[in-house]
């Protein structure tokens, strides 16, 4: 393939690629320059003379349960059938069981004795489970969400409102709980459970429903209870 047609060749899978929303490049979330912009914020919240009285500045990320029907050969996934502990001898595909380890829980395609998950057990260990759970009980899509330990008020069984509109546009929801926590996230981040789907592609995408690209938004925040 001679320079001309290969730059033809590239522009069109580009434009293929945007075209059907998925970014030709990802890029990781700058963690560096969030923590220093959600410490600066949070620190002029404690400032005030009635401190943070409630309200937060956090970052909002997302996590969701990644379905089995997606992680296929043709799709460019590791769809090799393995088997893990806990699981029985039932083999899944190997990028499946990858993602239900980051995610904490996946959906399967043909349900073991009624249950119709899989979740991690950590240890390289799964089991088979009836519903996606956190540490607060069953997840709820766009309402169900975790943070690492709590801060004041902004802990586990919390209720906050959210002020951002990018969430609010990909969610449709300003208001969630706080249902679990996470050792894996980070001060003054809230990880918002977007609920079932397939994955947006292989690798880091993995770790992305297939409905959005969304990876961040800051968010004002305010506990309700």
């Excluded at 500045?57 to 089995?68: G, N, R, S």
Aim: include cysteine; glycine fraction near 14%; hydrophobic fraction near 35%.
């Amino acid at each position: 393939m001679n320079s001309r047609a290969g730059t033809v060749m590239l522009g069109v899978v580009a434009t293929l690629l945007f075209s059907f929303g998925l970014p030709a490049i990802h890029a990781d979330i700058p963690w560096p320059e969030v923590m220093q912009r959600l410490a600066y914020e949070n620190e002029r919240l404690a400032r005030r003379p009635q401190g943070h009285n409630g309200e937060y500045f956090l970052v909002c990320t997302l996590y969701y349960t990644p379905k089995e029907s997606g992680f296929t050969f043709e799709r460019g996934f590791d769809a090799t059938p393995v088997t893990k502990a806990g699981l029985h001898g039932r083999k899944y595909p190997r990028d499946f069981l990858r993602s239900v380890k980051k995610e904490g829980f996946g959906r399967i395609t043909a349900p073991v004795n009624r249950r119709e998950y899989i979740r991690y057990n950590g240890g390289d260990s799964y089991a088979f489970a009836s519903h996606p759970m956190g540490g607060g009980g069953v997840l709820v899509p766009r309402y169900s969400g975790a943070i690492k330990g709590g801060h004041g008020s902004l802990r586990r069984g919390a209720t906050i409102e959210t002020s951002s509109p990018e969430l609010q546009k990909i969610f449709g929801s300003n208001r969630w709980k706080i249902m679990d926590t996470g050792g894996g996230l980070r001060r003054w981040q809230i990880d918002c459970y977007f609920g079932e789907d397939e994955p947006l592609g292989p690798g880091k995408l993995m770790g992305r429903p297939r409905a959005t690209t969304f990876e961040y938004a800051y968010a004002r925040a305010r506990i309700l209870n």
